[in-house]
């Protein structure tokens, strides 16, 4: 595959956010944002999965890798991060707070990439699908 190395550096890159994710995950405290953050772990293992089994899409994911999961592992790391500073201010409490939306923000954007990914063959699922119905249909009309 051309630019198989730089492929297979960016799966790796991608990999190596994703261990960071997980790691903070298990240190969350709060059920609600562990929760959260669950979530975008599960759905980003289901892309990276998908990155492995499809590596022509890798440089289609660009902006999930370099962005949406590297920012997931860094917002995630801070909090873990804040959360054991045990300080209880009304900035820390602000914070938290916003983490928690941003992490539902993320949520979102992270099923549009994997939508974004997967769009061909959820095209060819479609036809497929229509096909069928088609042919059905026209075997009832013979009849």
Request: zero cysteines; proline letters at 2%.
């Given at each position: 595959m051309p630019n198989g190395a730089e492929l297979q550096r960016r799966l790796e890159e991608?990999?190596?956010?994703?261990?960071?994710?997980?790691?903070?995950?298990?240190k969350i405290h709060d059920m609600n944002v562990r929760d959260l953050?669950?979530?975008l772990q599960q759905t980003a293992s289901s892309i990276l999965s998908y990155l492995e089994?499809?590596?022509?899409?890798?440089?289609?994911?660009?902006?999930?890798?370099?962005?949406?999961q590297e920012t997931t592992a860094s917002l995630l790391l801070k909090y873990v991060e804040l959360q054991d500073s045990s300080l209880d201010t009304a900035e820390v409490r602000r914070l938290k707070t916003d983490t928690a939306h941003a992490l539902t923000v993320l949520k979102t954007a992270?099923?549009?990439?994997?939508?974004?990914?997967?769009?061909?063959e959820m095209l060819d699922m479609d036809a497929e699908i229509r096909l069928l119905e088609k042919t059905v249909e026209?075997?009832?009309g013979g009849r």
């Open positions: 991608a990999e190596e956010d994703f261990r960071k994710i997980e790691k903070n995950v298990q953050a669950q979530e089994a499809h590596p022509d899409k890798i440089t289609l994911a660009r902006q999930f890798i370099d962005y949406y992270f099923e549009q990439q994997f939508q974004k990914l997967m769009r061909n026209m075997e009832r």
